[in-house]
């Protein structure tokens, strides 16, 4: 296998400047309790960070993810240890479980992400802008996958498809179908070596099939990959970072399985459907449903129509929407001037007495 093969590009090298001879680049492929595998051209290493590594860390986010390039000392054909993490060109995160704030790296350097929506009832534009928000935040390059196409006629797909671009601007949309392969060609000329791609969507819409179908064709290859461990076994179901037979990578964490499929999140989505179909009766157009006269979404929380709990999830949701799209830089940049603004209420505080 070659650094192009695992997934080093001229973003990765951008940000890279690896000549040590007594160090070895790899790349982390998964991501265990209190170890990595790391996987270099000739190898797969058990590797544990190193104390320092540990104590520095401030955060999770300092220590290795699935996607880091990270430089190694080998000990033998197995064991190795981690010295540095290497600078990330892109961040695919979350809000930790239960942690406001708190950020959980679900992989790094992914270039590509395939955001997936089937046909059907399941297909929701507000869902697929909520997916593209977390690519543009992740410096990721989105493309819509629409599958299932093989439940629709022809008509309908195109239908579909022009809805999406009419909606976001500039983006690829590859209808596909998982069974009968129609699509496959155009979606697998996007996916080439040295680029790291993953596949973003809600549970159902057809990723794992996507995936073998991707992994279908010389499982061999993808066996040479694996963990000395499971020599001679057919699968991949422990890989997090897979290198495709017919080249790219595909990254698949767990974590990447619960992005946006928790379930309060698809609560909103209802919550959301519901109060945006109310909002077209409302008497100002840019109503916040908060405390306008005429407001079609309190009419209906009055009647009962809308539930209470409903109602405060959206309010909830718009005010996270809000923090997490603004970029670091904006945030910062708040908080600089609000940082200023409590400052100068200081002052004036003094001044008064
Ligand atoms: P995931 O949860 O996103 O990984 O979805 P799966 O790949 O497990 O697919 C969920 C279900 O949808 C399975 O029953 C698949 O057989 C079915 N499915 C996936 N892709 C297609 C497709 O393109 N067409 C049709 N008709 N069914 C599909
Ligand atoms: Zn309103």
Redesign the pocket.
């Known amino acids: 296998m070659t650094f192009e093969e695992l997934g080093y590009n001229k973003a990765v090298n951008a940000l890279i400047n690896f000549n040590e001879p007594d160090y070895e680049l790899g790349r982390v492929i998964i991501e265990h309790r209190d170890r990595y595998s790391v996987q270099t051209p000739n190898n797969t290493f058990q590797a544990e960070i190193t104390g320092g590594l540990r104590y520095t860390a401030e955060s999770k986010s300092d220590l290795p993810a699935v996607g880091d390039w990270v430089k190694l000392s080998v000990f033998d054909d197995k064991s190795a240890v981690i010295h540095e993490i290497f600078p990330r060109f892109s961040i695919l995160e979350r809000q930790a479980v239960g942690k406001f704030g708190e950020k959980q790296i679900i992989a790094t350097n992914v270039d590509v992400a395939f955001i ?1 929506q ?1 046909v059907g009832h399941d297909f929701n534009l507000n869902r697929l802008e909520r997916y593209l928000t977390v690519c543009t935040a992740s410096s990721i390059k989105p493309i819509i996958v629409l ?5 629709i006629g022809r008509e309908e797909i195109n239908q579909l498809t022009k809805s999406i671009k009419a909606r976001i601007k500039d983006i690829l949309v590859y209808p ?4 009968t392969l129609s699509g496959y060609e155009k979606l697998k000329k996007t996916i080439i070596s040295g680029n790291t791609y993953c596949i973003l ?10 995936t073998n179908n991707l992994l279908q064709k010389q499982k061999m290859d993808v066996n040479s990959v694996s963990e000395s461990t499971s020599k001679g076994k057919h699968t991949t179901s422990h890989r997090e970072l897979i290198v495709l037979p017919e080249g790219g990578v595909l990254v698949d964490t767990p974590g990447m399985r619960e992005l946006g499929i928790t379930g309060g999140s698809e609560g909103i989505e209802h919550t959301f459907g519901k109060i945006s179909i109310l909002a077209k009766n409302c008497s100002f157009n840019d109503c916040k449903h908060m405390e306008e006269p005429g407001c079609a979404v309190l009419e209906a929380l009055e009647s009962g129509e809308l539930d209470q709990a409903s109602y405060e999830n959206y309010h909830k949701l718009k005010r996270e929407q809000a923090h997490f799209s603004s970029t670091i830089a904006e945030r910062r940049a708040k908080d600089k001037k609000q940082g200023k603004l409590y400052k100068r209420i200081q002052e004036e505080k003094r001044k008064r007495r």
Do not use: F, T
């Not at 599958?147 to 439940?151: N, P, Y």
């Open positions: 997936m089937a599958s299932k196409i093989d439940l596909i179908s998982n069974q969507g809600s549970s159902g819409v057809g990723k794992s099939s996507l």
